[in-house]
C-alpha cells in the first residue's frame, strides 16, 4: 500500500514541473517566440500611467478633506464636552448658596421650635394653639 502511495506521489510531482517549465520571463507564445510590445502597448500603459496618477490626485484631495472633517470634529466634540463641563460646573456653583440658605433656614426654624415649645408652658393659649398644629 505504501508503494502505490510513493509512486502516485512521484507521478504527479513529475507531471507538475513540465507546467513550470512552460512558462518563461516576459511571456511567450506557445513555439517559445518572444511577443513583441507594440506602441499600441505602450499607449496604453502611458494612458494608464496618466489615469493612475489623476486617482492619485483625488485620492490625495479626499484625503485631504478627511483630514479637515475630522478636524472639525474634534472641534465640535471638543467644544460640546467643555459646554458639559460649564454646565457642571455653574450647576454647583448656583446651588451652593442656596443651599447654605436653606441650612439656615432649617436652624432658624428648629429654634423658632424650640423657644415656642419652652415658652408653652407659661402660656396655656399658647399651648394649645401648638398642640393643635402638631409642634406638641
Same mark, same amino acid.
Given at each position: 500500500m505504501n508503494k502505490y502511495f510513493v509512486i502516485l506521489i512521484i507521478i504527479l510531482a @513529475?507531471? =507538475?514541473s513540465g507546467f513550470?517549465?512552460?512558462k518563461q520571463a516576459g511571456g511567450s507564445s506557445v513555439d517559445n517566440t518572444p511577443i513583441p510590445f507594440t506602441l499600441g502597448d505602450r499607449d496604453r500603459l502611458v494612458r494608464l500611467e496618466a489615469n493612475q496618477r489623476a486617482y492619485e490626485y483625488r =485620492?490625495?484631495?479626499i484625503d485631504k478633506r478627511l483630514d479637515s472633517l475630522q478636524t472639525l470634529i474634534y472641534f465640535a466634540l471638543g467644544a %460640546? =464636552? @467643555?459646554?458639559f463641563g460649564f454646565i457642571l460646573w455653574d450647576r454647583r456653583s448656583?446651588?451652593?448658596p442656596i443651599k447654605a440658605e436653606?441650612?439656615?433656614q432649617k436652624e432658624k426654624i428648629k429654634l423658632i421650635e424650640q423657644i415656642l415649645k419652652e415658652s408653652s408652658t407659661? %402660656? @396655656?393659649k399658647l399651648f394649645?394653639?401648638?398642640?393643635t398644629h402638631g409642634f406638641l
Open positions: @513529475s507531471s =507538475f513550470a517549465q512552460d =485620492f490625495d484631495a %460640546i =464636552f @467643555s459646554m448656583y446651588m451652593k436653606q441650612e439656615n407659661d %402660656i @396655656s394649645e394653639v401648638l398642640k
